[in-house]
């Protein structure tokens, strides 16, 4: 049973460096998500594919921050110039593309760490 | 804005001891609520989707339950594995992250053996 895939797990960096994460969708899955989540907190939306289009961005995706997914199958998500208040643990879903109300399932996530 | 509020933020049970967490929403159209379980170091697991008002759901010890301003999820007798955060999110027809969920920030689940 193939679920929703992310690398990597975790993710230590120094202010300042520039990070790349990978989503790898579950295979029949055109909907792809990227979420934000802090300590204590529920996930906050960033982004949304359906196949290779960025369709919707949140406004927590600031100007450092860009999604890509080339060929509608995988995504990356890269942070330039980190902050400290970048860390966090990053989640991809993906869902079916058949109208609304589809559960988005989720990858275990990357945990970024800024030093 | 959507907005989503969980609550209690936490809640210790003995196991066997039933009990039920509440979702709360403000919204201007709601397409679907959603359940997830969230263990430590994972991503969200999904539970259940309520669509309209009077909709329940069961699955093992979970049964959810939707009103037009509040979701429940009722645990029966529960087992320690049933310890976990327990999410609800909601999909709505506004705009800014329509296709996105919106978060509540969840119950901290811990059933005592």
């Known amino acids: 049973d193939t679920g929703v895939s992310q690398d990597p797990r975790h993710k230590i960096t120094k202010r300042g460096q520039n990070v790349t994460f990978r989503c790898d969708p579950i295979?029949?899955?055109?909907?792809l998500y990227w979420y934000r989540q802090t300590l204590g907190q529920g996930p906050e939306f960033l982004t949304y594919f359906q196949n290779e289009a960025q369709l919707e961005k949140s406004r927590l995706l600031s100007d450092r921050f860009s999604a890509e997914r080339p060929k509608g199958s995988f995504s990356t998500l890269e942070i330039q110039r980190t902050e400290q208040g970048d860390s966090a643990m990053y989640l991809c879903?993906?869902?079916?593309?058949?109208?609304?109300?589809?559960?988005?399932?989720f990858g275990d996530g990357t945990r970024l760490s800024i030093l | 804005e959507d907005q989503v509020t969980q609550s209690p933020e936490a809640l210790r049970l003995q196991e066997g001891e039933s009990s039920s967490l509440n979702c709360s929403y403000t919204v201007s159209g709601l397409r679907g609520l959603f359940w997830y379980r969230q263990d430590p170091g994972k991503g969200p697991e999904f539970l259940f989707t309520?669509?309209?008002a009077g909709e329940e759901k069961e699955k093992e010890r979970l049964k959810a339950t939707l009103t037009k301003k509040e979701s429940f999820l009722h645990i029966t007798a529960p087992k320690p594995e049933d310890s976990a955060t327990y999410l609800c999110?909601?999909?709505?027809?506004?705009?800014?992250?329509?296709?996105?969920?919106?978060f509540g920030k969840g119950t901290h689940l811990i059933i005592q053996p």
């Open positions: 879903a993906s869902s079916l593309d058949r109208g609304y109300n589809q559960p988005q399932h």
């Open positions: 309520l669509y309209s």
């Open positions: 999110a909601v999909q709505t027809y506004s705009g800014g992250g329509a296709d996105g969920l919106t």
């Open positions: 295979s029949e899955h055109n909907r």
